[in-house]
């Protein structure tokens, strides 16, 4: 391992020994790009159940839910994602199976959906769901956090067969789907239906909720760089707007041009408390976003920094695993 590499694993270690005066249960900073996610079954607790077709009447709701979530967490590039069945679930548990860093599993325990008519049809989704996160080597729940996600849609039919446009110059879209697509029960719905309902927008909106859950922030997931040295033209007699600096994390860590990275601090606290008389708690110092990427580096200029406290050289930058302009 070269001396870059070190140096950015024992910052690493440090900060999760940081977060550890916090949260003890788990780390959360990753040394190396990568972490491999294990899908646990869904745990179900509404009566809604999504049949495939009226010729496979199957409820396929819980297999839906699972591969949206997948497909969320697969927009980290480095994501190793394996989806177990309720029999592999009791194996993983166990301890056998493949092994994994974390372990992911929904419970979707309230769902309202109602259809109030006039003039049309006004549908409204709420579904809340609670999602557990296991340790992948000792299998005990490290944490857990609850998720909504609200969606309200309004379809305008008089009930005389006519169809509305909203036109914009020589473009015609139609502005609503046809209600007959929703003459299936509200029970047991067909996936053709359902997937263009806003009741499947809510549970959409809830998922990502409980994946960014994961990897938002200081304590979700993520892994930290460095500020390193400050750019050729921020040197120049003739500077540009915004101060640039290179970080030591780029396109191989997950980099890309227009994330943004904050800058962590930390303060120190003396407690009153004997066992733990010494609290550091990691903190924002700022905002920068990335405007070139090479292999292991990436060019960054100032978005946001306290007057106080500017952000200058070896300052910690966090690289969460789903940037906000990803999403």
Sequence with gaps: MDGRKRMIKNFAILLALVVLTIKPAYSNVLTEP???????????????????????PVDVFDQRITEEFVTLLREYPY?????????EEEIWFSGGGTPSDVGVRLHIYKLKMTDRQHLGSDRM????????????????????????GEDRRFTFSPGDGRVFYLTDKLDFVQLFADPKDYDQPLSRPLWSSFKSTSYWNAFKKALRKSRDSLFEGITGYHMIGRIISPTKDSLSSSPPKRRRYI?????????KVGDFLSILRSDRYDTVDPERPVVVLPDSGGLVKVISVQNHEAVVEVVKESKDDPIKLRDLVIMPLYPSSRR
């Design 125 to 148: 989704g709420y579904v809340a769901l609670r999602t557990e996160i296991f340790d992948g080597d000792t299998k005990e729940m490290l944490f857990a956090t609850s998720s909504a």
């Design 79 to 87: 994501a190793r994602i394996t989806v177990l069945s309720p029999l």
């Design 34 to 56: 990568g972490i491999h996610i294990t899908v646990l079954p869904v745990v179900n607790e509404t009566d809604l159940q999504v049949w495939e077709s009226k010729y496979y």
């Design 247 to 255: 970080v030591s994390l780029g396109k191989i860590e997950g980099v």
